[in-house]
T-cell receptor, first 117, second 112 residues
Framework: KAGVTQTPRYLIKTRGQQVTLSCSPI?????VSWYQQTPGQGLQFLFE???????NKGNFPGRFSGRQFSNSRSEMNVSTLELGDSALYLC????????????????FGAGSRLTVL | GENVEQHPSTLSVQEGDSAVIKCTYS??????FPWYKQELGKRPQLIID?????GEKKDQRIAVTLNKTAKHFSLHITETQPEDSAVYFC???????????FGQGTELSVKP
């Protein structure tokens, strides 16, 4: 069973540009969550999608957005990049809310490392 | 919203000793508490989790305890080994399937 796949793994952008990151969840998983990881800040929650709907949103500015497609694949977009957006962006999938015990267990992808110059 | 505090931020132990990492949460509705281990350059991986209807759970050398009244939970690693060296994250999620909020992480170093 394939794991959570994130693309691209590494990318370099300059300030003001925008970036789109992609996440393919484990087959059968319908929920996708996104986190930003920076040294000293841990894992900061960005948003969570389930059945193409945003269920939860973290405390990030509107420059950060996301969406989920009918096949559960998700993308996140960051517009007008700032130096502080440099981070590892992690995607995690789960079966989804409700359901049997274990349905909410998150499995992480390897992440997309974004560097903003 | 939920807030999770984790201590200590760094922890150094000798091989064979025990390590304890503590977390507190703010939302009394939270009922799912996983722990993730992230080795250098790798993705976080679930090592153990506990739900609010259980006070303690063990899996070989690791155990998690939960005190719902005090709203804190802890990870215990016994007989530590160098391969236990990693960053450990605790997290909490409410019973409505809300967002999973992580603590700031603890960098554990096990010295041979």
């Amino acid at each position: 069973k394939a794991g959570v796949t994130q693309t691209p793994r590494y990318l370099i952008k300059t300030r003001g540009q925008q970036v789109t990151l992609s996440c393919s969840p484990i087959s059968g998983h319908r929920s996708v969550s996104w986190y930003q990881q920076t040294p000293g800040q841990g894992l900061q929650f960005l948003f969570e999608y389930f059945s193409e709907t945003q269920r939860n949103k973290g405390n990030f500015p509107g420059r950060f957005s996301g969406r989920q497609f009918s096949n559960s694949r998700s993308e996140m977009n960051v517009s007008t990049l700032e130096l502080g957006d440099s981070a590892l962006y992690l995607c995690a999938s789960s079966l989804g809310p409700g359901g049997p015990t274990g349905a909410n267990v998150l499995t992480f992808g390897a992440g997309s490392r974004l560097t903003v110059l | 919203g939920e807030n999770v505090e984790q201590h200590p931020s760094t922890l150094s132990v000798q091989e064979g000793d025990s390590a304890v990492i503590k977390c507190t949460y703010s939302d009394s509705a939270s009922n799912y508490f996983p722990w993730y281990k992230q080795e250098l350059g790798k993705r976080p991986q679930l090592i153990i989790d506990i739900r609010s209807n259980v006070g303690e759970k063990k899996d070989q050398r690791i155990a998690v305890t939960l005190n719902k009244t005090a709203k804190h939970f802890s990870l215990h690693i016994t007989e530590t080994q160098p391969e236990d060296s990693a960053v450990y994250f605790c997290a909490a999620r409410d019973n409505q399937g809300g967002k999973l909020i992580f603590g700031q992480g603890t960098e554990l170093s096990v010295k041979p």
